[in-house]
């Protein structure tokens, strides 16, 4: 399959998703949940894995959840459709446990390709486990509210809008960390200055990703 995923086009990626067997979940789901919006925005948020709700409907955070993450893009002026959103696995995991590293890994490429054809400029990670993708060995609770440059992507980690709906403190937070958004999506790279200077010496091992401080 993987070659597939490597050429598909989005459409074809939501086609293979919804005919996914890679792992267990794909015999248990009513729908797999490929994700949804705007296929050519900015802005892009990475759940960690479709609800009871999701799973019933074939779209992503339409539950609870779904509904305060749509309160928080109002607060910054977005609607639902401005967005792309899609999540870690495609497929609901039994009541809602967390998911396996080898269904991460199934999705893993659907997820990569999603990235590469949508090619955002901000990826909001909602939680650990999207997170954890791009920054494997930081806690959320470290992580959360500072963007981090990946391959030229912003990556701005957030806590989950489920962990929100249950603790009034991480709300707050993540309620401040919407409001930094539209900042994150303004920035443009540098412009190409008229007489290039000449590239800096390659460092020997390049870091593949760095903090971002605003
Ligand atoms: N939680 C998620 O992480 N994703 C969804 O799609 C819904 C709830």
């Not at 993450?69 to 109002?74: G, V």
């Not at 809008?161 to 309620?175: C, H, K, M, V």
Request: net charge neutral; with cysteine; hydrophobic share 35%.
């Amino acid at each position: 399959m993987t070659d597939n995923v490597l050429t598909a086009d989005l459409d074809e990626i939501d086609r293979l998703i919804n005919g996914c067997t890679l792992c267990t979940l794909g015999s248990k789901r009513t729908m797999a949940v490929p994700g949804n919006g705007s296929r050519t925005s900015d802005l892009m948020f990475i759940g960690e894995g479709p609800g009871y709700y999701e799973d019933q409907q074939g779209l992503p955070f339409v539950g609870r959840a779904g509904q305060l993450l749509n309160e928080m893009l109002a607060t910054i002026g977005l609607r639902r459709e401005d967005v792309f959103v899609t999540n870690m696995i495609k497929c609901r995991a039994p009541n809602n446990r967390d998911p396996l590293p080898i269904e991460i890994r199934s999705c893993g490429p659907y997820l990569d390709r999603q990235i590469e054809l949508i090619a955002p400029k901000v990826i909001v990670t909602l939680g650990r486990y999207s997170t954890a993708k791009f920054f494997p060995d930081e806690p959320i609770g470290k992580l959360r509210g500072t963007p981090a440059n990946w391959n030229g992507i912003t990556i701005y980690p957030m806590y989950h809008p489920a962990a929100a709906l249950r603790n009034s403190t991480i709300r707050g937070a993540l309620e401040r960390d919407f409001l930094k958004l539209p900042s994150l999506l303004e920035v443009t790279p540098a412009p190409t200055p008229a007489t290039p200077s000449p590239p800096p010496p390659a460092a020997p091992h390049p870091p593949q990703h760095s903090r971002i401080h605003i």
